[in-house]
Each structure stands twice: as C-alpha cells, then as structure tokens.
C-alpha cells in the first residue's frame, strides 16, 4: 500500500466519521463546524487527485461561504440553538435499512472492481484545465445558467437570514 493510498483511507475515514456527526450532533454551531471538517476532508481529496484548483475553490466557496454564511445565519436568528425536538421518526428503522442495503452494495460493487489498484496517469504536460473550467464556467451552452443560480441562492439565504434576524420595535 502506497503513501497516497494510506493518506486516502485515513482522510476518507476522518470526512465520513466528521459527516456522520454533522447529522447526528444536537446543536446547530457543532453541526456547521463538522460540516467545515467534512467539507475540508473533500478539499484534500481533490488535492490527492491532483485537481489542485478544485481543492482550492473547495476551500475558498464552500468553507469560506456556504459554511461561514451558515454560521453567520444561526448566530444572526437568536434563537434556541439546541435541537428540543424528536431525534427519531416513526420510520427511522426504513431509513437505516435503505442506508445499510446501499452501504451493503456499494461494497459488493468496489469488492468485484477489478482495476481498484490502478493508479491515475499523470495529466499530459500543456493541457490547461482551468482554462476550460473557466470557459464552461461562464459559456451559455454550458454552466452559466447553474452558477447563477447559486449565486441567487445565496444571496436569498442571506436576506432570509436577515430577515429572520431584524427585531421589530
């Protein structure tokens, strides 16, 4: 087993047990702060697949935005931050048995994959993916539309959270 494979299997490790808290911690601030590791964890995978500019942009959009903008939304609502109600549903035991079928196949399929030891080929010398990340990013054809609209739902939890938060004399 390789370094890489090491370091893979000790972050995968750390992003899914830091996911698993994100769903099952009672307080909202813990809960965003886990989703921050989660999301860091996902930025050192895509470091470890040499998509450099995408653990960036992971970092930089995601922890630095979405996640701070949550945190910020909480803080801003002033309201009980720990979670008083029911933690189980009357059909939890359906949820956990979907979770373990699935988690029982995606075993089954990466246990018969015969090519999981195969390394990925180095990117050939001149291609340039951020330029056409950045072409796709902002043609019609192709991205523009999806970007703005996460644009404009941020921008909409923000005056949402606002809202939420204005006291009224």
Do not use: C
Not at 49 to 75: D, K, P, S
């Amino acid at each position: 087993m390789t370094i890489a494979q090491i370091i893979f299997l000790v972050v995968a490790g750390a992003t899914l047990g830091s996911a698993f808290m994100v769903v099952t911690s009672r307080n909202l601030i813990h809960a965003a702060l886990w989703l921050v590791a989660t999301l860091f964890g996902v930025a050192v995978q895509y470091a470890l697949l040499n998509a450099g500019f995408l653990a960036v942009v992971q970092v930089v959009v995601y922890i630095g935005a979405i996640a701070i903008l949550f945190i910020f939304a909480v803080m801003l609502t002033r309201k009980e931050i720990r979670d008083q109600g029911p933690q189980l549903n009357s059909s939890w035991w359906l949820s956990a048995t979907l979770s373990v079928v699935t988690f029982g196949g995606l075993v089954g399929m990466l246990w018969g994959w015969k090519d999981m030891a195969h390394t990925v080929p180095d990117i050939p010398p001149g291609f340039d993916s951020i330029s056409a990340l950045g072409d796709a990013l902002v043609s019609p054809d192709a991205f523009v539309l999806p970007f703005e609209v996460a644009s404009i739902l941020l921008l909409a939890a923000l005056v949402g959270a606002v809202y939420v938060a204005f006291n009224r004399k």
